[in-house]
């Protein structure tokens, strides 16, 4: 079964820094890779996903993340994070039986 | 543009209680799924639900719990006694077409609290 790991339990940046969130996944098929933003008590966002095609994917709210199939990882990139950034994010791939496994997040936490 | 909606945001009940959290989900979609999060731990899979039967579920997902899909827009999860350890937020998600290429989209949750 396919699985994920997050390295980063907790990443604190400045506003204003670059961010990047590492992903590595384990699967044995082309994977299809998505990155979700959880908010405190809130549920599951969308950023961004990768299924084929170009590498570097764009997603919502100036983030992007890029796929390195030699390296197995999909990791989330922004070049100037902001306050509002600050919240739970989790790395998940999908394999061909429907299931999603999630890695166990990265808490980003923004100083002033 | 629709989303996935979960009823109710919180549920407190009583150890050995019966449970039943609803979902509505994106209404042209096919697939629907259950996910888990104990506080402070991953979201963990709990079960895919396709064409009115399971498609898949995970070791979590043991006979305490069912799914139905009532009529055409609910989707439940009951838990027929609930433990201590299914206090979690539990995620709704759908997703519109057969092949894993396509987004599950995620409904805001709900706490479920077991005393």
Same mark, same amino acid.
């Given at each position: 079964?396919?699985?994920? =790991? ?7 940046? $400045?506003? *204003?820094?670059? &961010?990047? %969130?590492?992903?590595? @996944?384990?699967? +044995?098929? =082309? ?7 959880? $908010?405190? *008590?809130?549920? &599951?966002? %969308?950023?961004?996903? @990768?299924?084929? +095609?170009? =590498? ?57 | ?115």
């Amino acid at each position: 079964a396919q699985s994920v =790991t997050q390295p980063d339990i907790h990443i604190t940046v $400045s506003e *204003g820094a670059s &961010l990047e %969130l590492r992903c590595n @996944y384990s699967y +044995g098929a =082309t994977p299809y890779l998505f990155w979700y933003v959880q $908010s405190p *008590g809130q549920g &599951l966002q %969308l950023l961004l996903k @990768y299924f084929s +095609g170009d =590498t570097l994917v764009q997603g919502i709210k100036g983030f992007e993340a890029e796929f390195k199939r030699s390296q197995s990882s999909f990791n989330l990139r922004k070049p100037s994070v902001h306050w509002s950034d600050a919240a739970e994010y989790f790395c998940a791939v999908a394999g061909n039986n429907n299931d999603m496994r999630f890695g166990a997040g990265t808490r980003l936490t923004v100083k002033p | 543009e629709p989303e996935v909606t979960q009823t109710p945001s919180h549920q407190v009940t009583q150890m050995g209680q019966e449970v039943i959290l609803r979902c509505v989900p994106i209404s042209n979609h096919l697939y629907f799924y259950w996910y888990r999060q104990i506080l402070g731990q991953k979201v963990e899979f709990l079960v895919s639900f396709y064409n009115n039967e399971i498609s898949e579920k995970s070791e979590i997902f043991d006979d305490q719990f069912s799914v139905e899909r009532p009529d055409g827009s609910n989707f439940t999860l009951k838990i027929r006694s609930t433990k201590l350890e299914d206090s979690a937020m539990y995620f709704c998600a759908s997703k519109g077409r057969g092949a894993s290429m396509d987004t599950q989209y995620f409904g805001p949750g709900t706490r479920l609290t077991v005393l």
